[in-house]
């Protein structure tokens, strides 16, 4: 009777694991935000392009593959620097010198092995996390304000150097692109004249299907779904990093590094890792870039580039899963598609006024559209920095837990009632 008793006691813990265990380890709240967002990239063709082709709100379309591409790279971008930022609270200014590392690595791997994307990819990483391994090392000695100001002057010294003192290795100015008397030792050797497209065991990343649907065109691009499987997995990855004893340790340096210190647990080992993780981040996103559009400049390790990730997690929602994301997707639309509305663009759509009265609408508007996007950008930032500190996701939430109350006050009205 004893022995059946604890061989019971023995199992029920296996049972109750394995109970617990959902979704690639995930539970609850993790799993069903992974399945949402799965289904939300795979699905941005038809999500981006909610309206006809030739109507006027045709502008506002998003559902192409550059942009697409672009929402879920930088999104990558900026998880892993919420990884940094979210969790241990120290602000870096320099990482945009990781996702131009990352992306050099990545077309000279092009150059000089294949054209082949996973190889670029797998040593863009490589190549930032050892990069974000020194600069972490040093720059990581110093808190606060100290530590991002470093961390901007490695980014802008790894600028200077591209752009100008290692002009044979990052084509300075010019930038580096690829060329088809490149060595390529695992590849066969161009026909003169050819155009090297990067490419995935022979599919290249520019390939697209179109499907029309009524006045609507949807566009599915190879590039854009193995830079959305990559988003996936680093989105995951974040989860479990989030979830992990060790992003419980991250918590704790942010929360209060001094009372960590005093328990005797060294916090530099924490920060140096999250410090690597988010650069390899960065390098994943430089080499996606690569893979998307072959072509490099110094631009991207620019401190303008840093600042841009900052602004994506605080705007998305610092410390949260998918604010970076949501963050990353909104300032690159703001980029692309409000930045593209000219003044024909206003005069057509407010043509249905009086000629005076129209004219007064598009002065209105025009210095917030066009190249004044980052006037509205701008007050946006700051109307959520004011009004919703935790970003775009605690507006969300806010939402979400309004018309819950308005759900529950009318029904709980209707029972009144009855």
Request: with cysteine; net charge positive.
């Amino acid at each position: 009777m004893t022995d059946q008793t604890s061989n019971a006691g023995a199992v029920r813990p296996q049972t109750s694991k394995a109970e617990k265990s959902g979704l690639f380890g995930l539970r609850g709240k993790d799993a069903s935000l992974l399945i949402l967002v799965a289904i939300l990239t795979l699905c941005a063709p038809f999500i981006l392009n909610p309206f006809p082709e030739g109507s006027a709100m045709a502008q506002f379309n998003a559902g192409y593959p550059d942009l697409m591409q672009r929402f879920v790279i930088f999104g990558i971008f900026a998880i892993g620097f919420n990884i940094l930022f979210g969790l241990t609270g120290y602000l870096s200014f320099g990482h945009a010198a990781f996702l131009g590392v990352g992306s050099y690595a990545g077309i000279w791997s092009m150059k000089l092995l294949t054209l082949n994307v996973i190889p670029s990819i797998l040593v863009s990483i490589v190549v930032a996390g050892l990069f974000s391994l020194i600069v972490g090392w040093i720059s990581l000695r110093r808190s606060g304000i100290y530590f991002s100001i470093l961390t901007l002057a490695f980014a802008m010294m790894s600028f200077a150097l591209a752009y100008s003192v290692l002009t044979p290795i990052t084509g300075g100015e010019t930038g580096l692109q690829l060329k088809y008397f490149d060595p390529r030792i695992l590849d066969g050797a161009l026909a003169e004249g050819t155009t090297p497209r990067a490419n995935l065991f022979g599919l290249e990343m520019g390939t697209s299907y179109e499907l029309a649907v009524g006045n609507w065109l949807f566009t599915f691009n190879a590039g854009y779904y193995i830079a959305a499987i990559c988003m996936l997995a680093a989105f995951y990855l974040s989860i479990r990093i989030f979830r992990s004893p060790f992003g419980m340790m991250l918590r704790a340096v942010k929360s209060n590094q001094q009372r960590l210190n005093y328990t005797g647990i060294s916090p530099k080992p924490y920060t140096l890792a999250a410090f690597v993780i988010s650069g390899m981040y960065a390098g994943l996103a430089g080499g996606l870039l690569v893979a998307m559009d072959t072509q490099v400049g110094a631009e991207r390790m620019f401190w303008t580039a840093s600042g841009e990730v900052v602004l994506m997690t605080i705007l998305g929602g610092a410390g949260t899963l998918i604010g970076p994301v949501l963050g990353a997707g909104f300032i690159k639309y703001m980029e692309n598609i409000v930045s593209t509305i000219n003044k024909t663009t206003l005069e057509g759509w407010f043509a249905f006024m009086p000629d005076g009265l129209s004219d007064v609408f598009v002065t209105i508007v025009y210095p917030f559209v066009g190249k004044g996007w980052h006037l509205t950008l701008g007050l946006l930032f700051m109307a959520v920095v004011i009004f919703l500190p935790g970003g775009l996701v605690q507006g969300g939430q806010k939402l979400a837990a309004m018309f819950r109350r308005d759900k529950s006050g009318t029904g709980a009205t209707k029972a009144a009632k009855e």
